[in-house]
């Protein structure tokens, strides 16, 4: 007996969601907000829009098809089969959180309110989602194969990421390391070393960068290449500042050891929940991962 195929939609709460968590209810939530000079209305809009937004997706799925809904914060815990099609409805970082986890599924990234996000990631109006469906599960739609960065430790842990990885001290304190780019290699103290992809260019990366007195050439979200900022290097004695900031080729690797004798850390697209520890003579190299996250081209 064949299984049906199955529309996963993935969302986060909306800020009008955990504040009526946090107070109660509505009214309660809508009071405390009026209290501080602060309307209500803008977000019951936006939880509104992006639940009309869910609806509609979930709409284009054939009546034999199976539904579910899930949280990001469910999607660490969440298997996916074979014939997925995944939806990811909401801000751009939603798609973000849920590349590490979908292998090779196609995505389709949902835009609930343009006024209100990028959509740089979620591209597509909840309309055109909708029409894309079937086809995504027939793998009959264009894709955009975003680049991905990946971790590996010398114990065999890994950690791939859409936008970017951060490697540091888990609280953002001093974080102590050697790094090597290429054939230089330096002993460092600094706030962390941030490596981003194409995609994470657009956020993280591309502030840290305008910072720079000379910015780097950043990657595109499909080149295979990425792009390393060491965060506030700090030119103390043993310690250098002279790398803080380069491109990683595709087949080369960025390697960090570890210098931390407690809270270092790996995590992936901001999420802090699921990182790597990285204790004090681990050694990860970072580089263009294998695979590519498959987002459905508006």
């Not at 990425?226 to 700090?234: D, I, K, Q, S, T």
Request: hydrophobic content about 45%; glycine content about 8%.
């Amino acid at each position: 007996m064949m299984v049906a195929p199955r529309l996963v939609v993935v969302t986060r709460r909306s800020e009008y969601e955990l504040l009526v968590r946090e107070h109660g209810t509505a009214n309660q939530a809508r009071f405390v907000l009026a209290e501080r000079g602060r309307s209500f209305a803008a977000l019951e809009r936006l939880h509104a829009a992006n639940e009309d937004a869910v609806a509609t997706v979930l709409s284009g799925a054939p009546k034999a098809w199976r539904r579910v809904r899930i949280d990001r914060e469910d999607l660490t815990s969440f298997l996916f089969e074979p014939g997925d099609v995944v939806a990811c409805v909401g801000q751009d970082g939603v798609v973000a959180n849920a590349a590490r986890y979908v292998g090779e599924h196609y995505v389709l990234g949902v835009n609930p309110d343009p006024a209100s996000y990028e959509g740089v990631l979620v591209r597509l109006s909840p309309a055109a989602a909708r029409e894309r469906v079937e086809a995504a599960a027939a793998r009959a739609v264009p894709v955009e194969r975003r680049t991905m960065a990946a971790a590996m430790l010398d114990d065999g842990r890994a950690i791939a990421a859409l936008n970017d990885i951060f490697i540091g001290h888990r609280s953002h304190q001093s974080a102590r390391y050697s790094l090597k780019a290429g054939d230089r290699e330096e002993r460092q103290s600094s706030s962390g070393v941030v490596i981003a992809t194409g995609a994470g260019a657009t956020g993280w990366a591309l502030s840290i960068d305008r910072e720079r007195r000379e910015p780097l050439e950043l990657p595109k979200p499909t080149d295979a290449a990425l792009a390393f900022f060491v965060r506030e290097a700090w030119p103390g004695r043993g310690f250098g500042a002279s790398i803080t900031a380069g491109r990683v080729a595709a087949g080369a690797t960025l390697e960090v050891r570890s210098e931390m004798p407690d809270s270092g850390v790996i995590f992936a697209d901001g999420i802090e929940a699921g990182y790597l520890e990285f204790p004090w003579g681990s050694s990860a190299g970072v580089a263009v991962a294998a695979r590519t996250l498959n987002l459905v081209a508006a």
